[in-house]
């Protein structure tokens, strides 16, 4: 079971592969493995325990950041990932960040944001649309046309909390214009766009 793998200096952390949504470009519909990883379709979900334990156990020569990210949307597991978070700030000076549709206070309206002030250091929401039908097309979320902009308050309320929050979208489902109104409104609400070219073998997109 592949919880922990190394991708471009960074170490990534896999620990669900549950989503809620079906992405036109999810790299979970080309393949099972990222990098030189191992499969990463998890039989079952790995524990606390056995997360903390593998993390323990990595050996972390050079890494500086860990990202949840993995085959699956991280935040579907929140408290763990917010568990294993405060863990790793205990027992390193690594920097945590979390790759995220941004639909936690959907996939779980008991998640308290603020909890992440001072263990998360940075948060990339998935943009992924300048509009909230465009948005569904893409991300085919299972709460329907109401999670862009649940999507967009999380990304608001991360940026007070957190600081450092970017919106991503690719390149490839959208058109300039798309691309170009996904930068007014990022501008707009002064959150970073990051425009990620559509492949089939780089860290996961969420
Ligand atoms: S890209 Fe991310 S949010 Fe989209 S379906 Fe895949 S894992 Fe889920």
């Known amino acids: 079971m592949t919880i922990f793998y190394e991708f471009e200096g960074k170490l990534y952390a896999n620990i669900t592969n549950r989503c809620p ?31 903390i334990a593998a993390f323990d156990a990595y050996d972390k020569e050079g890494i500086k950041e860990l990202v949840f990210c993995g085959y699956g949307e991280p935040m579907e597991r929140a408290d763990v990932l917010m568990e294993v978070a405060r863990h790793v700030k205990r027992v390193t000076d690594m920097k945590v960040r979390i790759n995220t549709n941004g639909l936690v206070n959907l996939i779980d309206p008991s998640f308290d944001v603020y909890s992440m002030r001072y263990i998360i250091d940075s948060i990339s929401v998935s943009l992924n649309a300048p509009d909230s039908d465009t948005y569904y097309e893409i991300t085919q979320p299972a709460f329907g046309l109401p999670a862009y902009h649940s999507m967009i308050s ?25 691309i170009a109104d996904c930068q007014k409104l990022a501008d707009d609400l002064h959150i970073p766009l990051r425009v990620r070219h559509y492949v089939t073998d780089n860290e996961s997109y969420t």
Do not use: H, M, Y
Request: aromatic content about 8%; overall charge negative; glycine content about 6%.
């Open 154 to 178: 999380f990304a608001l309320l991360a940026k007070n909390i957190v600081g450092d929050v970017t919106f991503t979208v690719v390149d490839s489902f959208l058109s300039e214009k798309q």
């Open 21 to 51: 949504c079906a992405c036109v470009f999810c790299i979970r519909k080309n393949g099972d493995v990222i990098g030189d990883s191992d499969s990463l379709w998890l039989e079952r979900e790995p524990t606390l325990d056995e997360i």
